[in-house]
């Protein structure tokens, strides 16, 4: 059964003159990504794809879920369509994953990743930054039912301190 893990990015910084594409995760962001990496790896293991918008925000979010995994790190897509995506992008996304990818990580932004979860799984999600739903799919990917996917466990992994 494929199982779909739904990451927000975690908490970025807004300076001054930077565009919103180019925005950086905050020192407490990167920490809560490496917080976020573990918890993902003690719970559902290595991933065999992650997908994630090519948004710096989402590309640092990356490097701290895959900072435990050392050198052996998974296959990661950077996909220009989830950097403002709609809720059609999303399911279109998802429907296209290889099925040789039985535990995808998608990494995007809000609202799009908290309507992704919502659409799949028939309840209501609102992911927090670092926010991590994940949900098991009944089907092969191009197949991905609306409202009939189910909600394993989501969580907010927090850094200490």
């Not at 990496?37 to 979010?61: F, M, N």
């Not at 609102?126 to 009939?148: C, H, K, M, N, Y």
Request: hydrophobic share 40%; net charge negative; glycine share 8%.
């Amino acid at each position: 059964m494929p199982t779909l893990v739904v990451v927000r990015h975690a908490k970025a910084d807004s300076p001054i003159a930077t565009d919103d594409f180019a925005r950086p995760l905050l020192p407490r962001g990167r920490e809560d990504a490496k917080a976020a990496g573990r918890w993902l790896h003690e719970t559902v293991g290595k991933p065999g794809l992650i997908v994630t918008s090519p948004a710096r925000r989402t590309a640092e979010t990356v490097e701290g879920l895959i900072a435990v995994h050392g050198d052996d790190v998974p296959s990661i897509v950077y996909e220009e369509s989830l950097y403002e995506a709609s809720l059609g992008d999303m399911l279109r996304l998802v429907r296209g994953l290889d099925d040789d990818a039985d535990l995808t990580f998608v990494v995007g932004h809000n609202p799009s990743v908290s309507e992704l979860v919502s659409e799949l799984t028939g309840q209501p999600a609102q992911l927090r930054t670092a926010g991590i739903a994940v949900i098991e799919v009944p089907s092969a990917w191009a197949d991905t039912p609306s409202f009939s996917c189910r909600l394993v466990t989501a969580a907010t992994p927090r850094a200490e301190g």
